[in-house]
């Protein structure tokens, strides 16, 4: 089974509140490339202008810290066939430690908070700093437990109001990446499945729009 986690990335959508939308144009157009071909075929080439937090995308280390990874640098390991663990906290604000459950169960996994904020996409309500969020209590419980790599479906992994930034700070410090704006994890079971999440290398950004994917077997 396959499960799409990832919203598309659309000319002037709005990702966060301050932040450029895409902007996509086309550079050679079929009508100009039809006349250097022969039988009538033809081509296209666009190209879009955005920024790293636009869409779902990872944050590198190198978002928080400057002498961390980059998305060129992430360790493939923490985004390429990981299993998956789904926190469930729908239409909660605050996704707390407790909420995690068992921290032995998180070592070296895909922690995906499923918050059911991803409803909202493309709306004004997505874009309101009341949205889930992780605490900072969650953050250190993931840290000890070693989680590969940490996702949610909300418009900010941190509380947008409170200015420390204490999951941005403390899963990056850790080297864990960060996912955000991930959508459609109802369709993902708790435990069995492996994500794979691949930002392109470019070097010297620290964040950039991923393919977020979900796959299990059917049992």
Do not use: K
């Amino acid at each position: 089974m396959l499960a799409d986690l990832s919203h598309e990335v659309v000319d002037g959508m709005t990702t966060y509140p301050g932040i450029p939308a895409p902007r996509l144009r086309v550079v050679v157009a079929r009508e100009t490339s039809v006349t250097r071909l022969r039988g009538g075929a033809s081509f296209e080439i666009e190209e879009v202008a955005l920024v790293g937090n636009t869409g779902t995308y990872v944050d590198a280390p190198y978002h928080y810290y400057p002498d961390r990874a980059d998305v060129a640098g992430l360790a493939l390991e923490r985004l390429v066939n990981v299993p998956i663990v789904v926190v469930r906290s729908v239409d909660r604000r605050s996704v707390t430690a407790a909420a995690l459950g068992d921290p032995d169960l998180l070592r070296g996994r895909a922690v995906l908070l499923h918050t059911g904020w991803d409803r909202h996409w493309g709306t004004d309500r997505y874009l309101d700093t009341d949205c889930s969020h992780l605490t900072a209590d969650a953050v250190a419980l993931l840290v000890r437990a070693g989680a590969a790599v940490v996702g949610i479906d909300s418009l900010n992994i941190d509380d947008p109001t409170d200015l420390r930034r204490p999951a941005h700070a403390g899963l990056l410090g850790a080297e864990i990446p960060i996912i955000e704006h991930l959508t459609n994890l109802g369709a993902v079971p708790d435990t069995g499945a492996c994500l794979t999440a691949l930002p392109a290398p470019v070097r010297g950004m620290a964040s950039f729009p991923v393919r977020a994917v979900a796959t299990w077997h059917d049992d």
